[in-house]
């Protein structure tokens, strides 16, 4: 279980946090893009932050206004991942450098303040979970999740295709509830 530094009496907290754990080891275990999606202030920061520092390789990185652009996206995964150096041929992009890294590692990555990417950021992630096989696990608000499921018409639905876990935090009590795969 994720220890976490609310007390016990924070129920909400602590439903919070069993969802999301669960969460990101279904994704983890089934190599899928997840989405956790919530209200601000419920402690979805510190749950992510706690699941990085309680899964093995795992990597979290929290988007800012100044990394939700492809062109300092992949510079910040791949400092994160020890990846600017490495493998590193002539010609080679920083986004080959990244993918060789991570390739069939399993690592989860951990993206917190996801609804602040840009579109191609996003388009970037999914690029990054095709070619590597690395789980991603996207947390954010609910306009996040509503972009994503705008993407879900049948001729353009590339994103959306690939979310294997969805969890919304704003549904019940219940551990299991909110939580579905798809």
Same mark, same amino acid.
């Not at 080891?25 to 601000?40: A, H, K, Q």
């Given at each position: 279980?994720?220890?976490? &530094?609310?007390?016990?009496?924070?129920?909400?907290?602590?439903?919070?946090?069993?969802?999301? @754990?669960?969460?990101?080891?279904?994704?983890?275990?089934?190599? +899928?893009? @997840?989405?956790?999606?919530?209200?601000?202030?419920?402690?979805?920061?510190?749950?992510?932050?706690?699941? =990085?520092?309680?899964?093995?390789?795992?990597?979290?990185?929290?988007?800012?206004?100044? #990394?939700?652009?492809?062109?300092?996206?992949?510079?910040?995964?791949?400092?994160?991942?020890?990846?600017?150096?490495? =493998? $590193?041929?002539?010609?080679?992009?920083? &986004? %080959? $450098?990244?993918?060789?890294?991570?390739?069939?590692?399993?690592?989860?990555?951990?993206?917190?303040?996801?609804?602040?990417?840009?579109? #191609?950021?996003?388009?970037?992630?999914?690029?990054?979970?095709?070619?590597?096989?690395?789980?991603?696990?996207?947390?954010? +608000?609910?306009?996040?999740?509503? %972009?994503?499921?705008?993407?879900?018409?049948?001729?353009?639905?590339?994103? &959306?295709?690939?979310?294997?876990?969805?969890? #919304?935090?704003?549904?019940?009590?219940?551990?299991?509830?909110?939580?579905?795969?798809?």
């Amino acid at each position: 279980t994720l220890e976490l &530094f609310y007390g016990d009496s924070n129920f909400h907290r602590e439903i919070v946090a069993q969802k999301m @754990g669960l969460a990101a080891r279904l994704t983890r275990e089934n190599s +899928v893009m @997840g989405l956790i999606f919530g209200p601000t202030g419920i402690g979805k920061t510190r749950c992510a932050q706690a699941v =990085q520092q309680t899964t093995v390789g795992s990597v979290y990185l929290r988007i800012d206004h100044e #990394n939700r652009i492809p062109r300092t996206l992949i510079p910040a995964l791949a400092a994160k991942v020890e990846a600017l150096d490495y =493998q $590193r041929r002539a010609g080679d992009s920083l &986004f %080959r $450098r990244l993918v060789a890294r991570l390739c069939d590692s399993g690592r989860l990555l951990l993206i917190d303040e996801a609804n602040l990417l840009s579109n #191609n950021g996003l388009r970037i992630l999914r690029d990054l979970h095709d070619e590597t096989g690395c789980p991603i696990l996207l947390i954010g +608000v609910k306009e996040l999740h509503d %972009r994503i499921l705008a993407d879900a018409k049948p001729d353009s639905g590339q994103l &959306f295709s690939r979310f294997g876990v969805v969890v #919304n935090l704003a549904e019940g009590h219940d551990v299991s509830a909110g939580v579905s795969r798809c």
